[in-house]
Structure formats: C-alpha cells, structure tokens
C-alpha cells in the first residue's frame, strides 16, 4: 500500500454566495491517477481551485504529503510540489513560449526547459513566439509542460482535452499515460469518459458538490446507474 | 508655422513627455499587475522635488538630489503601501482611490508645514545650464538632458521588462496574476519590487521636473490628472502605451496650448475621448486574457 499523497477531508466551498463544494472527502495515493468526473457544475473544477486556495474552502482541510494546506497561499501549495493545469491553459500571451516555461522552473525537474523542446517539437519551432499565437492543443501541450518543468509531486488537471481535434487528444492522453508510467501522481477532471477511465485508477464522481460515488474505474464502467444519473453516459 | 518654432515646440513636447512618462510607467504597471489605483503616486513625485530642494539647500549638487531623493521617495512610498494602502488591496479602486485621495491631502499639508506655501526653486547644474543650438534653434540645455535621461529610461525599461526573468514576471503578473500563483510565483513580492522602481522613478520625474517648473505645494495634483489620461489612452500595464500615451499627451498639451490657447485642456480630453470611444482598453494595453469558465 503507497503512501497517501493528497488527502481531501470534508471541504465546504462558497463562490460568493453560492455553497458549491458541499462536503466532499477523496485522497490520492503517491503515483495513482485518481479521475474526478461529474456533470458541468458539479464541482470538479471548484474542487481544484480548493486544493490550490485559489478558492479556499471555508471548512474542511487538504493535506499534501501530510502537510495541511490550510493557511497557505496559493504560491505555496504551488511550492509544495502541487502544478495546477487549468482548463482555460492559461498560457501568458505577453510571454514568449520560452517564457512561459522559465518563469514555472522550480528545483531539479526531470524535465528541464530543453528536454520539453526536444519531447515537443512543435513547442520548439515556436519557442520564440508569443504564448497567444499557439493553437488550442500546442497551448495544452505547453500548460502540461510548464506544470512539469516546475518539479511537481502532483498534478492537477482540468479537462485537458476539452475542444482538441481527435489526434491532439491521442496526443495528450499518450503524454499522460507517459507520466503516469513514471509515477507521476494525477487529479483528472475530465468530460471524456473513455479518456478518463483509459488513464485513471480510481473514479471520485462528483454530483451537486457531493461526493457520489468512488471506486475502481473499471468497476465504474458497470455501474450503469452511477453513470446514467451523475454523469450522463 | 515657423519651422524654428515648430522644432522648438517639438522639443517641448518630447520633454514634457518624458516627464509624463516617468509618472505613468509606475500607475500604470501597479495598476495591471495589482488592479490597484494609486492617486498617492504623484504625491512621491512632490515629495521627491522637496528632498531634492533640501539636498540642494543643505550644499549638495543637483547629481547629489538626483541620486538620492527618488531612492528616499521610494522608500517613503514603499513604506506607506506596507503602513496604509495595502489595506485597501482587495477593497476595490472606490477604496482605493479615496484612501489615496486622502494620502495627497495629507502629503500635501506635511510639507506645507514644513516647506510653507511659497515655491521652492532647484537649480540646474553649472553645465547645463544656458543654452545650445539643436538644428539653428537656440534650446535649453537642461530640457535636452531630461529628453536623453528619458529615452535611456525608455531603454532600460524595455530591456528590463522584456529581457529578463523578473520582467517576465512582471508581464506574467499582468497578463494573469492567479495563474502566475500556481505555478509558484510570489505575485505580492514582485509587485512590492514594481511598486518600489515604479515610485523610484516618479521620485526621478520629481527631482527632473523641479528645476524646470519649480517646486509647490498641489504640482502633484496638477501632473496626476495628466498622468490618469496617459494611462488611459495609452493602456494599462504596458510599457509600450506608457510611452506612446505620453507622447501623445505631452503633443497634445504643448500644440493644444499654441494652437487653440482657449481650449488647451480641450485637446487633451478631445485625445482621450476619441481612445476612449476607438480603443476603450487603451492603444497599446497588455495582452491579458479573458478568464472563461
């Protein structure tokens, strides 16, 4: 049995006004990939910004590698070995390709800033371009790169192929299966169903803020009514 | 026109450029990295003007006043974002702006109290003092040093900003400020280090400007205004509209005051109408991105 890595216990989270992650518990062992699935509004991506106290839960605590989280800025979770990929990528278009990855090194990555141009060519005939002259999967490309060049322990992603052309996302889930090969520990939120369960271990499924179910993907395969009612499959 | 006037105003307009330039570079990269509107920053540029005053008065050279009072100001005005303005950060610019309303007021009397009303002079050093021949048109040495020192400013920002790891940051910043958070960067940090060389260089445009238009009780107010309209039109957080919107003011300005003398001010709200209903963002603003989801 391997460590438990993250550890989510009974997070209550508001956006304003409105009580969007209504207590939910799941952990993430060191090297397993963990999906969290659910409708659009569920909570999945709330969930992730409650991780990073992007938006902070106002109850609950998230531990990573037994370390509270409580208390800390998102810039810390960051230096704590949590990379975040956001759903928008979020790549700097005031910043050069390069730049975007220089600015997120962090400690002593296995992919250094050269090894993501030697792995991504794409990303290298266009290191010198503006962050906004990329298309839609060089941007996811480039997102998952500068989340490993910052030497995580842990990544975060949200719906990594959301809008991406059929051979991007064979792309993207052959470079996840890649970093989950080596161990890399995951959070995947994602709509693509097959994806998810093609990458992940576990499933958290997430229906109205509320944890609805959690188990083995493949056993989340059978459970038609799991799937019927929370995530429409 | 003449054409030796025309050159002249020329002159004019590049160098009340630059000193509109070195005010906006510092609002308006604190207003895109923070989405803080800071009305005190002009009372930093007074506050230098009056160190430099002292400086001068106590003996030392106008290098001396150069060198050190934006480095005093800086402090000053670094220390008053920690003590005071820092508390208003997540409150929004009405906040903002009344708190920092009320830094002028308070600036101002300081001083006031203890400079008295009457305008202050600084003088020029001895060699540039008089004037050269620019292209048979005799001009004020002095104002030809504050058009070079401003375009090297120009220069070292551009590198600065462009070229390295900590403009990278800054431009991250900017663009996405919760986005630079997660991947690990210290946004409050940087922006403590922004806010500093933004306020060292309004102190720089006090100590430049004093000599030139003499120092006074309210020259903060007078040049904020000025400087809120360069920001405008030129666009927020960017070097490149700091410095085209300052151009654009300072021409505007000068020729609006030989041209139509009745509706100088005109002019410039006529610039900043005519950004405002082409380009509402401004002309050269930073490229941040919409947020979706």
Redesign the interface.
């Known amino acids: 049995m391997s460590d438990v890595l993250l550890k989510v216990e009974d997070i209550q989270t508001y956006l304003g006004d409105s009580h969007i992650i209504q207590g939910v518990s799941f952990e993430a062992r060191a090297g397993e990939v963990v999906a969290l699935l659910g409708r659009n509004g569920a909570g999945k991506t709330t969930t992730l910004r409650s991780i990073m106290r992007m938006a902070p839960p106002r109850s609950g605590a998230v531990t990573f590698d037994g370390r509270d989280l409580r208390g800390l800025r998102t810039y810390e979770v960051a230096r704590a070995g949590v990379a975040f990929v956001q759903e928008t990528r979020a790549i700097f278009p005031s910043l050069s390709v390069e730049e975007n990855l220089r600015i997120a090194v962090r400690g002593k990555s296995d992919w250094s800033v050269e090894r993501v141009f030697d792995d991504f060519p794409h990303l290298a005939a266009r290191r010198r371009n503006g962050g906004a002259q990329l298309s839609g999967g060089e941007q996811q490309m480039l997102a998952i790169a500068r989340a490993l060049v910052a030497s995580p322990r842990m990544i975060l992603l949200d719906e990594p192929s959301e809008g991406l052309a059929p051979i991007i996302v064979e792309q993207i889930a052959a470079l996840l299966l890649k970093l989950k090969a080596a161990g890399m520990t995951m959070l995947l939120v994602e709509q693509n169903f097959a994806l998810a369960t093609e990458i992940a271990d576990r499933a958290v499924v997430l229906g109205k803020g509320r944890v609805r179910w959690t188990g083995a993907c493949e056993d989340l395969k059978g459970a038609d009514d799991v799937r019927r009612t929370w995530l429409g499959v | 026109m003449d054409p030796n006037f025309l050159l002249e105003q020329v002159l004019n307009s590049l160098q009340f450029s630059m000193l509109l330039f070195l005010l906006a570079i510092g609002l308006s990269v604190v207003f895109g990295l923070m989405d803080y509107l800071n009305l005190a920053h002009g009372t930093v540029y007074m506050l230098a003007a009056y160190l430099a005053f002292s400086v001068t008065q106590a003996g030392g050279s106008f290098w001396m006043a150069l060198l050190l009072a934006p480095i005093a100001a800086s402090a000053i005005g670094l220390l008053l974002y920690y003590a005071l303005l820092k508390r208003v950060e997540q409150q929004g610019h009405l906040a903002q702006v009344l708190l920092t309303v009320g830094v002028i007021y308070m600036g101002t009397d300081l001083l006031r109290i203890v400079y008295g009303d009457l305008p202050k002079g600084v003088s020029v050093p001895a060699f540039l003092e008089g004037a050269t021949n620019v292209l048979g048109v005799a001009y004020p040495k002095y104002r030809l040093f504050i058009i070079a020192l401003g375009l090297a400013l120009m220069g070292v920002l551009y590198v600065l900003l462009e070229r390295t790891?900590l403009g990278?940051?800054v431009?991250?910043g900017?663009?996405?400020r919760?986005?630079?958070?997660?991947?690990?960067?210290?946004?409050a940090k940087v922006f403590a280090l922004v806010f500093a060389i933004g306020a060292y260089l309004a102190g720089l445009g006090g100590v430049v400007a004093a000599p030139v238009f003499g120092v006074y009780p309210g020259m903060d107010v007078s040049v904020i205004i000025l400087v809120l309209i360069v920001v405008v039109v030129g666009g927020l957080g960017?070097l490149g509209g700091a410095i085209l919107g300052s151009l654009l003011i300072g021409f505007a300005d000068t020729f609006g005051k030989i041209l139509l003398p009745q509706f100088a001010m005109m002019m410039i709200y006529l610039v900043m109408a005519l950004a405002l209903i082409f380009r509402p963002s401004g002309l050269l603003p930073?490229?941040?991105?919409s947020?979706?989801?």
């Open positions: 790891r990278a940051l431009r991250a900017v663009d996405d919760d986005t630079a958070e997660t991947l690990g960067i210290d946004i960017s930073a490229r941040r991105f947020q979706a989801g």
